[in-house]
């Protein structure tokens, strides 16, 4: 459990249908209407919040650290990140390279944002880590006024279920920094006596070193 990564949201597409009802309009008028209503309606519309996933994209330097527990002085490493616009505009895909200690590190995660979730609108990531072999998923919102996201999520692994609380900030338009907070408890046999409170287990500084182009 010395690493936990960066993840992203993966939406179920659901696809609407236009009620067909009587129409006192020309049959050219009423199906280019339909079509401009199933527009609005569309899942996929792309809104305010994808043009801010937009604006995280780029490539950057990253310093790395993790922690094993609530003690520990932490493991520093560097990486190089990458992040762009996929799926018609309606991701944000961060793939990221570092090495812990001897071994490579890679992180892969997907960000996306749910206008239509049961509970209100949210942001979803999904994240994917070389040193983990559980998907890792976690909703949040955004605070604009601050600039910062916040991320929570459960995740079971190890023989641990894990309660994870992500803040990214946004401290200027080329410098996010991540801070990846957990507390956990054993759920295995052999570990059920396990209890610990909520530490800081990872942390990433990400420096932007060049914008994507336009036609990214």
């Not at 018609?88 to 890679?106: H, I, K, V, W, Y």
């Not at 996306?112 to 880590?129: H, I, W, Y």
């Not at 909703?139 to 999520?153: E, L, P």
């Not at 507390?183 to 070193?209: N, P």
């Amino acid at each position: 459990m010395r690493s936990f990564s960066w993840f992203v949201a993966l939406g179920v597409v659901v696809a609407f249908g236009v009620l067909a009802g009587v129409s006192h309009q020309p049959p050219e008028k009423a199906h280019t209407d339909e079509a401009r209503e199933r527009e609005k309606e569309s899942p996929n519309a792309l809104r305010r919040e994808h043009t801010l996933l937009t604006e995280l994209c780029g490539e950057f330097d990253v310093k790395l650290k993790v922690h094993a527990n609530a003690t520990d002085e932490g493991t520093s490493a560097v990486g190089k990140a990458s992040r762009q616009i996929v799926v018609g505009g309606q991701f944000m895909q961060e793939t990221l390279d570092s090495n812990l200690g001897n071994a490579p590190f890679q992180l892969v995660s997907m960000l996306g944002f749910n206008a239509d979730a049961k509970d209100g609108p949210v942001f979803e990531l999904t994240r994917f880590s070389s040193a983990a072999n559980a998907t890792m998923q976690e909703r949040g919102t955004f605070d604009n006024a601050n600039k910062v996201f916040t991320f929570k999520g459960e995740h079971e692994m190890n023989g641990l279920l894990s309660r994870v609380r992500i803040v990214l900030q946004l401290e200027s338009n080329d410098v996010h920094v991540m801070e990846v907070f957990t507390a956990y408890e054993g759920y295995a046999e052999t570990l059920k006596d396990v209890r610990v409170i909520e530490f800081k287990a990872y942390s990433a500084e990400y420096h932007r070193v060049r914008a994507p182009s336009k036609a990214e």
